[in-house]
C-alpha cells in the first residue's frame, strides 16, 4: 500500500518507520528541509530506538519518498496520514475543524 504521513515530526517519522517495516511504501510530506535532508538519508532528526535502521532500509528500497509539499501526489496514495501539531484556541481549547488542517 502506498501511505502519504503530511508531517514528519515524531508521530508521522514513528508512522513511517513502522509501516515500513511492514512493507508499506511511504510519502512523507515534512516543510523543513533541514529535518527532510535527513530523512532522504536514512537517519532520523528524532531519538528512537531502531528508526534509522528503519528509515535507511525504506531508502535503500526505494519505499521512502519525500517531499515539501503535497503537489497533486496525493492522488497516488491508498491513505493519507495527517500528523501535525493542532492550533491552540486563545482559551486552551484545541481547534479541530477544516481550518486547522489548512494551516
Known sequence: MKIAILGL????LTAAGCLLKEGH???GIEPNEDKLAL???????IYEPG???????GVQEG??????????RLGHCDIVMVCVGTPKLSGG???L???ALRD
Open 93 to 95: 481549547g484545541t481547534l
Open 51 to 57: 528508526l534509522n535502521d528503519l528509515l535507511l532500509l
Open 63 to 72: 519505499r521512502l519518498e519525500t517531499s515539501l509539499s503535497v503537489d497533486g
Open 9 to 12: 515530526g515524531y508521530v508521522g
Open 39 to 45: 530523512i532522504k538519508d536514512g537517519r532520523s532528526p
Open 97 to 99: 475543524g477544516p481550518s
Open 25 to 27: 511504501f511511504i510519502l
